[in-house]
């Protein structure tokens, strides 16, 4: 669907705009898009997406939305008008509300006149292991099921496609047809530390096994040298595409 450096999300999980835009500065030209999740947004609101775009960045809006269908529908759209690229909810709110913010994403991209973002669903969070699903939320299904069964939830709801754990990737290439989209946190190049990710590939494993976007953070954030750690995954990655 996409290749090269567009396949690359970093994930600006950061508490100062200034840093983030810094970031945004010193990557936009080597990576695709940049991720604003919860902490940068409650700290500083739409401005922060307004600016990276502003500076020729990209942005996949990670606020995973899960409430009743009308308020998803209301702030999706609010998502589209910031001229995001991709936002997503959280598959757990079910058919009608994910039916309510795709529908919602359409008509307001429609009326803007601009490119209609990509929705995808939240299925299982990386940092979730099947015995904490279990033990925890009392989900009964095995963890794959319960990424299939989300998963074409989503696509029966419209949605573009999901927001899955790479590990999860090659299941849902089998069980789900047509056209869709999977963007994979837990990627962590060779060598890198887990962090709080238990479910995670490396780069190359996750694009082998059929994933569509790449979202990177710590990795990169917390290297010396951030522009040669994003070079170093990127060749990584091209490696992949080579053998492929």
Known sequence: MVNGK????????????????????????LVGMFKVGHQLFTAYGPAIVRNIIQRGGRVFLDLKYHDIPHTVARASAEAVKLGVSI?????????????????????????????????????????MDERSMKKELKIARSLPRQVAHLARLAQRAGLHGVVASPQEIRMLRRNIRGTFVILTPGVRPAGAALDDQKRIMTPAEALKTGADYLVIGRPVLKAVNREQAVKNILEEMEQHSKRS
């Open 6 to 29: 567009d396949r690359l999300i970093i994930a600006l999980d950061i508490d100062s705009d200034r840093e983030a835009l810094a970031i945004v500065d010193q990557l936009k030209d």
């Open 87 to 127: 936002l997503n909810v959280h598959a757990l709110g079910g058919f009608d509300m994910m039916k309510a913010a795709s529908e919602s994403v359409s008509e307001t991209a429609e009326k803007q006149g601009i490119p209609s973002p990509l929705i995808l669903a939240v299925t299982v969070l990386t940092s």
